[in-house]
């Protein structure tokens, strides 16, 4: 089980990893009682005459699970919303292993910038972080970023912070679901820290 909205601090490596997640049997202390299992699989299908349930493993073991009574829920991935691209060129942050993927991205992206012989238009290309919805994740995402950038960064490679930039994309109003208040100030902030609002959809992704 992910604390989410720690996520966004494990992108950059103010939090480890195991700092902000915990096994499900913490939480559902009843998973640890001889009668109960966990078991992580993908469901690939359900016959409820039977009341009985197909799944496969990660490695491809398929099984099946008798049921009294079933609970299907939903909202565990992300959505692309059939944006092309999306799935090939982008990162969603929802568990540990997104946190950790872009991560290591952004840890290479910044040193690839620093190869001799790289064009203009590629290393700002390296540099630019796009992160699309304004949201809380998002917000969070980038005010981690932009602290990565201001207080770290600077002092390892200033000329390569000093080109590094962070776009918000977000097609209505930042932190729409908050007071009018809370969403002026987040913007506030994020400019004064260097990050670039944007008012928008995206089409596609490349």
Same mark, same amino acid.
């Given at each position: 089980?992910?604390? @989410?909205? #720690? $996520?966004?601090?494990?992108?950059?490596?103010?939090?480890?990893? *195991?700092?902000?997640?915990?096994?499900?049997?913490?939480?559902?202390?009843?998973?640890?009682?001889?009668?109960?299992?966990?078991?992580?699989?993908?469901?690939?299908?359900?016959?409820?005459? /039977?009341?009985?349930?197909?799944? *496969?493993?990660?490695?491809?073991?398929?099984?099946?699970?008798?049921?009294?009574? $079933?609970?299907?829920? @939903?909202?565990?991935?992300?959505?692309?919303?059939?944006?092309?691209?999306?799935?090939?060129?982008?990162?969603? #942050? /929802?568990?540990? =292993?997104?946190?950790?993927?872009?991560?290591?991205?952004?840890?290479?992206?910044?040193? #690839?910038? +620093?190869?001799?012989?790289?064009?203009?238009?590629?290393?700002?290309?390296?540099?630019?972080?796009?992160?699309?919805?304004? +949201?809380?994740? +998002?917000?969070?995402? !980038?005010g981690?970023?932009?602290?990565?950038?201001?207080?770290?960064?600077?002092?390892?490679?200033?000329?390569?912070?000093?080109?590094?930039?962070? @776009?918000?994309?977000?097609?209505?109003?930042?932190?729409?679901?908050?007071?009018?208040? $809370? =969403?002026?100030? !987040?913007?506030?902030?994020?400019?004064?820290?260097?990050?670039?609002? /944007?008012?928008?959809?995206v089409?596609?992704v490349?």
């Amino acid at each position: 089980m992910v604390f @989410t909205p #720690l $996520l966004a601090s494990t992108t950059v490596g103010t939090l480890e990893a *195991r700092s902000v997640a915990v096994h499900v049997t913490t939480i559902q202390k009843a998973l640890k009682q001889p009668q109960n299992q966990y078991v992580q699989a993908e469901a690939t299908a359900v016959f409820p005459d /039977r009341q009985v349930i197909e799944a *496969r493993s990660v490695d491809g073991v398929k099984f099946y699970v008798n049921y009294d009574k $079933l609970a299907i829920c @939903t909202g565990s991935q992300g959505s692309t919303f059939g944006i092309p691209g999306v799935e090939q060129h982008a990162h969603f #942050l /929802r568990d540990v =292993r997104h946190a950790e993927d872009i991560r290591g991205k952004l840890i290479e992206n910044i040193a #690839l910038a +620093g190869v001799p012989g790289r064009t203009a238009d590629e290393y700002n290309r390296l540099l630019h972080v796009v992160i699309v919805g304004g +949201g809380p994740t +998002g917000v969070e995402v !980038a005010g981690e970023l932009s602290n990565l950038v201001n207080r770290d960064l600077k002092h390892i490679y200033p000329d390569r912070a000093k080109a590094m930039r962070v @776009t918000v994309v977000e097609a209505k109003e930042l932190l729409g679901s908050f007071d009018g208040s $809370l =969403r002026e100030y !987040a913007a506030r902030k994020l400019v004064a820290q260097g990050v670039t609002l /944007r008012k928008g959809v995206v089409k596609q992704v490349e």
